[in-house]
């Protein structure tokens, strides 16, 4: 073989390799991530050539597929869609999907890797392809309590089970009709869409998960109680300094507690009754002592900082860095930079209801193939420990206290022990409040822990206040499940 010879042959060589490597990289390592990319036409227009998984809860379809008759073949219904919006999505025939619909496409559309023997043995037996069924973890019991409680407030509404982490309800208003979004025409698609995102109250947001987030206010007083308790340098008979205002160190702003005046009676007041009565002067106070590093590697512990995908993407709350004592005495009775979804509001209850242990948030309990073969199960996952057991059980009375004669009284339900902790968060000097309520019930055996945020003041603006509106649907929540 002459030299100009065995230079075209090591050439041909190397473009069929290199060929061979890149077709091998786009057909397996980079196939999860093409197929999910929503400028890919292709896999959009492939799944609605197939008839779609439906989306379950409790066994009933929330979102299925039906022939349409047209150039798609199958058209998306939701059931309930409001109700559900924020669990299933919608998948539009332009545009992006969302929710269950967008993080679990290729099971719903039947194109995962784990469903190709699935596929191919339905194509040579002549049986129409079919994608994967999706079962929830909703309770449509709680999920309509938690509906009707929230009524005509802007917020969000979620429910989990401590001990596993998963979402028994999620409810956000507004909502939206994701019916009108999966129409054919892609023309009044676009139009109703455009709509959704001009409303200016947000339909679209996921206020439970993400959205634009509210500051915690004083439920964020249970991640500074914690981080107290941690440190082994305070119990709740720890007293602190009992003055009807307090100026900011280094400043001329003044904090003052909820309604003015002093935290109770004295001249000093413990951290459980500061706790009990939700004041902000003693928690300005304690979180100058702990100092903002402490906090926030409290509040990392719960869960902050992370974006979980559950499996649909949520957003990470955040605690903010570099501060000074003026700031972290803000953050202590979360004001100041601080801002949560009502989902780490309430991992941050499940967590003291669960010993102290962090389970990571979990939407959805299986997966299950047409010939009803399980492809996937979602089991219970710790994101970690951020109590101690003797901590959480302290905790676990300190917010008992709190409901049974104190600043979440509104939370009591007859022959029930409830845990709970309120918030008023101030928004501006002229916006109105958002108020909270997080805890879990039963006290003595917690088997749901919910968070309540209502926004622009409940309609009352700076006249609302946590205890008034947010404990009360917390109450109605989950009074409707525990009688069930």
């Known amino acids: 073989m002459n030299r100009e010879l065995k230079r075209v042959t090591i050439v041909s060589l190397l473009m069929f390799l290199t060929l061979f490597v890149a077709a091998t990289i786009i057909q397996y390592a980079q196939a ?28 009933a379809p929330v979102a299925f597929s039906q022939p349409s008759g047209d150039f798609y073949k199958f058209q998306r219904v939701y059931a309930n869609g409001p109700l559900y919006a924020p669990v299933t999505g919608f998948i539009p025939v332009n545009g992006e999907a969302t929710g269950l619909e967008r993080s679990l496409n290729q099971y719903l559309s039947g194109q995962s890797s784990s469903q190709f023997f ?35 407030y802007t917020g969000a509404v979620i429910v989990t089970e401590p001990k596993t982490g998963r979402i028994l309800a999620m409810v956000t208003k507004p909502t939206f009709d994701p ?104 928690f300005a106070e304690l979180g100058i002592e702990l100092g903002d590093n402490a906090i926030r590697s409290q509040a990392e512990k719960f869960g902050f900082g992370e974006a979980f995908e559950i499996p649909t993407e949520t957003e990470a709350s955040t605690y903010p860095r570099a501060l000074d004592d003026a700031q972290t005495a ?110 879990f019930a039963p006290a003595d055996d917690p088997q749901y822990a919910i968070t309540v945020l209502v926004e622009d003041g409940g309609g009352l603006g700076q006249e609302g206040y946590g205890n008034l509106i947010a404990a009360p649907v917390a109450k109605q929540v989950l009074e409707a499940v525990l009688n069930k």
């Open 330 to 439: 803000l953050t202590a009775f979360g004001q100041g930079d601080v801002r949560a979804t009502p989902l780490q509001m309430a991992m941050v209850s499940a967590a003291i209801a669960n010993g102290g242990i962090v389970m990571n948030p979990n939407l959805v309990d299986g997966i299950t193939a047409p010939d009803f073969a399980p492809l996937q199960r979602f089991e219970p996952k710790q994101f970690g420990r951020a109590i101690s057991e003797q901590t959480a059980a302290t905790m676990v009375q300190m917010m008992v206290n709190g409901v049974e004669n104190g600043a979440a009284s509104n939370a009591r339900i007859d022959g029930v022990s409830v845990a709970g902790k309120t918030g008023t968060a101030e928004n501006g000097e002229d916006d109105p409040y958002t108020l909270w309520f997080t805890g």
């Open 118 to 152: 699935d596929q191919l043995n339905r194509l040579v037996s002549g049986q129409d392809p079919m994608g994967a069924s999706v079962e929830v973890a909703i309770d449509p019991t709680l999920q309509q309590a938690a509906w009707d409680a929230l009524g005509d």
């Open 32 to 59: 999860d991530a093409l197929a999910q990319d929503s400028r890919n036409s292709r896999t959009l227009y492939d799944s609605f050539s197939v008839e779609r998984g439906p989306i379950l809860v409790a066994g």
């Open 179 to 282: 019916n009108t979004l999966a129409v054919h025409d892609g023309e009044q698609v676009e139009q109703t869409y455009d709509l959704l995102v001009a409303d200016p109250s947000d339909p679209l947001y996921n206020r439970a998960t993400g959205g634009d987030m509210n500051p915690p206010g004083s439920v964020f007083k249970l991640v500074v109680t914690a981080a107290a308790l941690e440190s082994g340098r305070y119990t709740p008979d720890s007293k602190f300094p009992n003055p009807g205002s307090f100026t900011l160190p280094g400043t001329d702003s003044v904090v003052r507690n909820s309604g003015g005046g002093t935290c109770g009676g004295g001249a000093e007041v413990t951290l459980a009754d500061a706790l009990r009565l939700s004041c902000n002067i003693p």
